[in-house]
């Protein structure tokens, strides 16, 4: 089929000016991205760079009517908005003209690894109620992620959920990033990796399919989001960090520019249309962008064949879906692109996890019979904390990847004013007994012995031997019918020098150091043990690299788990891990990402390779023999089949990224530390049958580290269906409720109102645009979910 027989293809060539003999397309799509909290505060970033690239950008867009400039997330166009009134018509016209083109409806361009689901979601629904609430018409089905390390490997389902149908990412693993490493770029991409396989695939285009079976269509850029910058310019770059560039507008060179682009992207497109994005941090519009497109398919097309013209992403994803049937589908987990960020700066993820937590149970409590009256009112009251919640998720906030300035100076003080306004509306809801302390019964304790430095627990599940001479390292866990567990030393610590930084492991980049220095089992300790509520506890106070840690383990005769904290912070270029020797080998592993549950092969790109998790990791031997790794808060493991090791990071504090001892990353420029001491829960639990669902791992996940709750409003009949938010609508009337489940479920999902007479129900997207009615029989609503996330609307009699 060509071009000529598909009419939609045509119209969107002839509404773009492009002609229908243009072989090739070649789309300059601009923006500036604008990251609200990375070396500077958004009020310096605002002040010195967005305000001056918003003015430049309107001044362009009035002086050449056919031009197209994006603007990627809501944070500082609200800013915008804010600051100059008097360019609120001009703005509203740009943007319901879709001159000015909204490319995702966040708050930020967030990350998608570390936040929970809900956080991501609120994310996507604040950025589009700010712009219905000032009149600005967009609802974009396009979610761009231009500089995101990484992402959901269950993306897709995310998105699905909102509403949007395709995206676009840049960084993704394995792939080469100018700046980011001294190793040759023909060392790219990495074997094995999501970058290897599009390359190979000879496509940048593809459709996205997830591990629930939700597809977007979306957009790889392989040649970095500014690509295009210097397609007016000479020098190294236009980006405000290392502005080293000259205008170049010869007819010469910007015809020279766009053949190059051309070369590079040809032989990577399965369809007539190649993308060409301009727009890396902070730079300026290009002066007289349309005149050099024109000027260039005046003078260059009859040759060149190639047609270029300024639109935006949506327009190219548009063009590029017409051929959908020449894509390939891909089931990809973009990671691990980087891998230390995952666990940099914890307290800072704790904060903004905790804040989630509040304004979700000031929600629910709103709604409770006492204080509905108030619940719009309540809804009101918490919008600058949700705003600030989303902003938390930013690709550079929640990683931590900051500078200190910035991390000490906005970050953590956002989230502590956030806080603080949760608290308050919290203190003045009409609780009463609707609020739920999720209190542990007392535990049944097990027995123990001492035998010189040597302690032994008995429980009706295992017997742990714990040595004092190895630092209270566990140095054997048998199941009572003698079936090792744990051989070799297990819950040890182990500190690493680490010369990566807010990003990367040392052991990421060529040139970096990531070496074994010393382990706490190097040590003897004494063990103290106390009979407590939580079980019988052992403590361990030992020092590494000159800072005292202190490390506990619980133990319950009532419960299979073993619970673990280790607390205190990292010397400055350390990483202290958790060093497990399971007896049998991990050749698999499961583990919860926003959105779903991913199956990650032991290693991939980085030797070891540490992968994210949010609350549970399953680490198999591929038959029967499971290690199931709980926590509250995100974290990383890694396998070493070989040793038979497993390692969680427990404290880092890697400062700054180094190559070869003393050279600094240009990409990676921030330098930070952990200030402050911080406490790692986890806990273990070994599985003989079944797998990480027949266990019940989400589930018992959140009932370890539970946290209080409001009587529940609206209860599933599926233990794995969670209803993970109850809040009044934004848009439209009624109660939004959320579910999500770690995998698509099988059967009609029946929710279960209470003290609450339910009149219809809905179901709508995550921008709470309803999509069709639900059956309702007395107060049960009978829901088929087709993904792992769904939203209902209730309307009560």
Known sequence: MTS??????????????????????????????????????????????????????????????????????????????????H??????????????????????????ILPSAEAILRDLLQGQEWLRAQGLEQEPTLAYFTDSFGMSPALPSLLRAAGFDRTAFTRIDGMYFMGSDFESGKHYPRALSSAEFLMNEKSLDFMWKDMNGAQVLAHWNAFTYGQGDMLAHKGLMRMYIMPLAVQARSDRHVAHRIQSFADALLPLSRTPYLFCPIGFDFVAPLEELIFLLDRYNQNHFAESGIWAVNAGLDDYLALVETHKEQLPVFEMDPNPY???????????????????????????????????????????????????????????????????????????????????????????????????????????LPQYTRDGDVITISTPHYTAQISERLGGAITGLRTPAGETLLSGLSNDLVSYRDSGGLWRMGLEYQGGTWKEDSRASDAPASVTIEETAEGLALHTSLMLNGETIQRTMWFR??????????????????????????????????????????????QRVYTPTFWPFQHFAHLCDGQSHGLAILQRHPGAVACLPQEKQVELVALRNATKEKAYGFIGLPANPAKGHVKEPYAFDYALQFTTNGNWQENGLPMLAEDLFSTPTARPLFTSDQPMVRVAAVKTASRGEGIILRLQAPTVPSTPVQIRAHSITVQSAVLCDVRERDIAPLPVVGDTITLTMSGTIATIRVMPK
């Not at 970033?45 to 967005?50: D, H």
């Open 87 to 112: 360019q609120h018509d001009t703005l509203r016209a740009l943007i319901n003209n879709r001159q000015l083109r909204i490319t995702n409806s966040g708050v930020t361009t967030a990350d998608t």
């Open 338 to 444: 980087w891998t230390g960020f995952y666990t940099a700066r914890p307290l800072l993820k704790q904060r903004a996890y905790e804040l989630t937590d509040d304004l979700l149970l000031a929600e629910q409590l709103s709604l409770q019979p006492a204080n509905r009256a108030q619940a719009q009112a309540t809804a009101q009251a918490l919008a600058p904390a949700w705003w600030l919640s989303a902003v938390s998720n930013h690709h550079d906030f929640i990683t931590g990847t900051s500078p200190d300035e910035v991390i000490y100076g906005e970050s953590f003080p956002m989230l502590a004013q956030a806080s603080a306004e949760v608290k308050k509306v919290l203190s003045s809801l009409q609780a009463g007994a609707a609020v739920e302390e999720t209190t542990p019964p007392a535990a049944a």
């Open 557 to 602: 005769a009532d419960s299979p788990l073993l619970r673990c904290r280790v607390s205190g912070k990292a010397a400055p270029g350390t990483t202290i891990n958790v060093r497990l020797q399971p007896e049998h080998a991990c050749k698999c592993l499961h583990m919860d990402a926003a959105g779903g549950v991913v199956s990650r092969p032991p």
């Open 4 to 85: 000529a027989d598909k009419p939609e293809e045509m119209a969107l060539r002839e509404r773009l000016g492009v002609p229908p003999e243009a072989r090739h397309v070649l789309i300059f799509s601009e923006s500036s991205h604008w990251d609200p909290n990375w070396l500077w505060t958004s009020n310096d970033y605002f002040e010195k760079l967005v305000k001056l690239n918003l003015d430049q950008a309107i001044a362009a867009l009035q002086q050449e009517p056919r031009r197209v400039y994006s603007v990627e997330c809501m944070f500082f166009l609200r800013m915008y908005w804010e600051a100059c009134p």
